[in-house]
T-cell receptor, first 113, second 113 residues
């Protein structure tokens, strides 16, 4: 079974804090993604990576950065958290031979006060 | 970039009835169209997908149809059961073009007894 593990299920941070969300997958997938999920807005892509040290902007990259130093790990960084970044964050991975088949983590619910 | 619209946002059906969810996409180059199901409190999971060289695909009670000319695709669930209650997301992607999935805003399906 593919396992995508997100380090924190629930986080509460204050405005201006730096936030790290970690994601690890154990299936040697080339592609990794960060989405945020908000009611009525669906799943919106923040950043994705198709190889180590490679990153591509998604649809809503503003206020976020990412790091992929190892194939299995993809980190999402909020340099200075703001209240409008309160959301559910979903990490996903997919293999190159089935790039559209995303395997999601359980999500990290971030609240910024 | 790609834009995916999904309707309806909520759908309520009686057990045993059929349910249809419709999506349209904007980028005629998109060639891969998956559907994901997200049960309450759980991660999204792929339930069926279709590629642009196919018009219809079935898997037991679920089917997906694709009209490339009109740029729309639909999910059909027959003989609905309570366990079909979930949020369903459609998505579109150009595989090989960065493997980026763009999701619709989701449909909350409720199957009533």
């Amino acid at each position: 079974d593919v396992k995508v593990t997100q380090s924190s299920r629930y986080l509460v941070k204050r405005t201006g804090e730096k936030v790290f969300l970690e994601c690890v997958q154990d299936m040697d997938h080339e592609n990794m993604f960060w989405y945020r999920q908000d009611p009525g807005l669906g799943l919106r892509l923040i950043y994705f990576s198709y190889d180590v040290k490679m990153k591509e902007k998604g649809d809503i990259p503003e206020g976020y950065s990412v790091s992929r130093e190892k194939k299995e790990r993809f980190s999402l960084i909020l340099e200075s958290a703001s209240t409008n970044q309160t959301s559910m964050y979903l990490c996903a991975s997919s293999p190159n031979n089935r790039p559209g088949e995303l395997f999601f983590g359980e999500g990290s619910r971030l609240t910024v006060l | 970039g790609e834009n995916v619209e999904q309707h309806p946002s909520t759908l309520s059906v009686q057990e045993g009835d059929s349910a249809v969810i419709k999506c349209t996409y904007s980028d005629s180059a998109s060639n891969y169209f998956p559907w994901y199901k997200q049960e309450l409190g759980k991660r999204p999971q792929l339930i069926i997908d279709i590629r642009s060289n196919v018009g219809e695909k079935k898997d037991q009670r679920i089917a997906v149809t694709l009209n490339k000319t009109a740029k729309h695709f639909s999910l059909h669930i027959t003989e609905t059961q309570p366990e079909d209650s979930a949020v369903y997301f459609c998505a579109a992607a150009l595989t090989g073009g960065g493997n980026k999935l763009t999701f619709g805003t989701g449909t909350q399906l409720k199957v009533e007894l």
